[in-house]
């Protein structure tokens, strides 16, 4: 071999030092001169002459030995196509990646994406779309013309050229994603490119090491993935991000004006929630308009994003109160006095010729002109209850989410829990339309005690059965509670009466409760006046049996009438009955058993959960009851004062 030769020659200790001098020159200028066109090969080199190459590389890779770099060349086994193989690797590969580069470089530089600005994203996108199919053509060329040759000194000189194109390219494709917010058709398309460009090069990869150890492993590694699906879902999230942002301020903006009037009366309900549907609305069109493959996932990052709005909303429109807030404070008990204050100066103005039924009639004057008594603050709740129902209306976008084509499922699990409970609910907004039904049904509670015990208190809490029975009884109130649920009916919209009502009718039979067992000094019953609160019970009841006509069944009024009903039997019994009933239920309920002699019975706590065998509901009806009986029991047993 001359290179041999030239090697033994340049090492023989008889020569000159010039002689070294001038062969080692000589051997540099021809290594520098072959290593420039290896370093370009793809400028230098076209398909008449790519075969130079086989004679180009053995001298630069001999010159670099003789000159003492680190080149080992072995020699072939006497075949006619001598292998000459660069031990190391790193020159070759070198030349390889050196030659791509310079080559990508070059394709950049003569071609339109220099010049392209990356925030002008349709310009870019073209750019790039270009720049992928050049990036193509380039790794064809590698392939076809110069890897064959190539592959004598490096058996995988395509893999080589194919990653190296895959980091350039990647390069440029990642200054152009680094300020992607949104997706338009030009940009998903510069991303279903890279996509596939990316596919090429490795199958290239793959195709051009299928001898190798491991398959071509080792270099697939060098690949790192362009990950377009990963792009597409991080700015989809992104965008998803921005749009709950803005659906969120827009929320604020209503939120802090919101005054809960109507903006019609064929608009019963908030204008916010209006705005809040159309923000809602146009979010799910726009996303859909996004031209990306769908996926479970990208769909319910968009449902959460959209029932967190909606649960923040839902939250805003039950910040309404409490329904006890409304409930009067109970009164001390006490026994009942026949000769009270009350009663003393009430039989004072008896010989004024003013009878109990003109009393009445002056002090309650607002009772006997029945108006509807409802409040603005309530109506405000009614149009609460509207608004909730109105945004129930969101299975709309539900149905949309639920029928939008996908492509092929996502692999994440990020939201395999959302998924899996959508099998069973069928519903993106499942916490959502929970959240409706509990809100309905506090604010309902709340505007129904308003109603009763606030607006209605003058003829119902306040006046029934004060002073006399007789003439104090429930036929003002009813008149007022027609006219009050005329309105209920008149504002609320189909779907939200009959919860209302049903809650009006709660609050009702409650504070009629009240009125028997806590309606303070100003109330006393006889026994004779059973069969008038009965009779005015029944009247109560059908009241809503006909308002509520539709809206809810006679039985629902007969079972919510049944703790009433079981106080009234008990305002019947004589007073003896009530208390031996008290004592029994009263041993049943401590854990006592039977009273021992001198043993006192212990004062049972007041639950508010009236009803005929509460001991402490036993122990408010014989309070109320005016006779010596009671009065007696009632002073030996718990030292209760009388009324004054």
């Given amino acids: 071999m001359l290179s041999t030769e030239v090697a033994n020659d340049a090492k023989k200790p008889d020569r000159e030092a010039i002689y070294v001098k001038l062969l080692s020159s000589m051997l540099a200028s021809m290594q520098g001169w072959a290593e420039r066109r290896l370093l370009h090969y793809h400028d230098y080199f076209q398909r ?63 071609g339109s994406y220099k010049s392209t600005s990356v925030e002008v994203k349709d310009e870019a996108s073209e750019a790039l779309l270009q720049l992928a199919k050049e990036t193509e053509d380039l790794a064809l060329r590698e392939r076809e013309s110069f890897s064959p040759i190539l592959k004598k000194w490096q058996p995988i000189a395509a ?113 916010s929630i209006v705005e809040l549907m159309k923000v809602a609305k146009e979010m799910v069109e726009e996303f859909f308009e996004i031209p990306v493959g769908v996926t479970d996932d990208l769909i319910c990052d968009l449902a959460e994003g959209l029932e967190h709005l909606f649960l923040e909303y839902i939250k805003f429109v039950e910040a309404c109160g409490s329904k006890q807030s409304y409930v009067p404070i109970l009164p001390p008990l006490t026994r009942c006095n026949r000769d009270s204050k009350f009663f003393k100066l009430w039989k004072k103005a008896t010989p004024c010729s003013v009878t109990t039924e003109e009393m009445h009639r002056h002090g309650l004057a607002e009772a006997h002109h029945p108006r509807p008594s409802t409040s603005r603050g309530t109506q405000r709740l009614y149009i609460r209850l509207n608004t909730l129902h109105l945004l129930s209306h969101l299975h709309s976008l539900d149905k949309t989410l639920a029928l939008a084509p996908r492509t092929v499922s996502s692999a994440r699990t990020r939201h395999a829990s959302q998924r899996k409970n959508r099998s069973t609910s069928s519903s993106y907004f499942e916490v959502a339309y929970s959240s409706i039904q509990s809100v309905c049904q506090r604010v309902s509670e709340v505007a129904a005690y308003r109603l009763i015990f606030l607006d209605s208190n003058s003829v119902f809490y306040e006046t029934l059965y004060v002073g006399d029975v007789a003439n104090a009884r429930i036929r003002p109130a009813l008149r007022t ?61 059908r009241v809503f049996c006909t308002c509520a006509e539709g809206l809810m069944d006679e039985e629902v009024v007969e079972r919510e ?35 021992g002699t001198g043993q ?45």
């Fill in 48 to 110: 008449g002459n790519v075969f130079l190459i086989e004679n180009l590389l053995p001298l630069a890779l001999s010159a670099s030995k003789i000159l003492g770099e680190d080149v080992t060349l072995i020699e072939g086994t006497g075949k006619e196509d001598r292998k000459i193989v660069d031990s190391s690797g790193d020159r070759v590969d070198h030349y390889i990646r050196a030659s791509i580069k310079n080559a990508f470089a070059r394709v950049i530089e003569t």
């Fill in 481 to 541: 509670l027609k006219q009050n649920l005329t309105l209920l009916t008149a504002i609320l919209t189909d779907r939200a009466q009959a919860l209302a009502m049903r809650e009006v009718m709660r609050a009702t039979f409650e504070a009629y409760l009240m009125v028997l067992l806590a309606g303070g000094c100003s109330r006393v019953f006889h026994r004779s006046d059973h069969p008038v609160i009965q009779e005015d019970f029944e009247n109560l009841k």
């Fill in 159 to 271: 893999s080589v050229a194919a990653v190296t194109l895959h980091h350039c390219y990647g390069a440029v494709l990642k200054q152009y994603l680094a300020g992607m917010s949104t997706l338009n058709s030009e940009s998903v398309e510069v991303l279903q490119r890279a996509g596939k460009l990316e596919n090429f090069l490795v199958q290239m990869v793959v195709g051009d090491s299928a001898d190798c150890e491991d398959g071509g492993k080792t270099i697939v590694r060098e690949m790192a993935p362009y990950e377009v699906d990963s792009v597409i879902m991080r700015v989809m999230r992104q965008w998803i991000d921005e749009k709950m942002k803005r659906g969120r301020e827009c929320f604020l903006r209503v939120r802090d004006s919101e005054t809960w009037n109507p903006k019609s009366k064929n608009e019963p309900y908030a204008q």
């Fill in 561 to 595: 009438a049944d703790i009433v009903e079981g106080v009234i039997t008990l305002m019947g019994e004589c007073t003896e009955q009530l208390m031996e009933d008290f004592s029994i239920v009263t041993c049943e309920t401590s854990g006592i058993g039977v009273v």
């Fill in 600 to 644: 006192k019975l212990p004062m049972p706590p007041t639950t508010g959960r009236w009803n005929r065998a509460d001991p402490n509901t036993i122990l408010r009806v014989l309070c109320h009851r005016n006779d010596k009986a009671a009065n007696q029991f009632l002073k030996k047993t718990f030292q209760l004062a009388k009324r004054k």
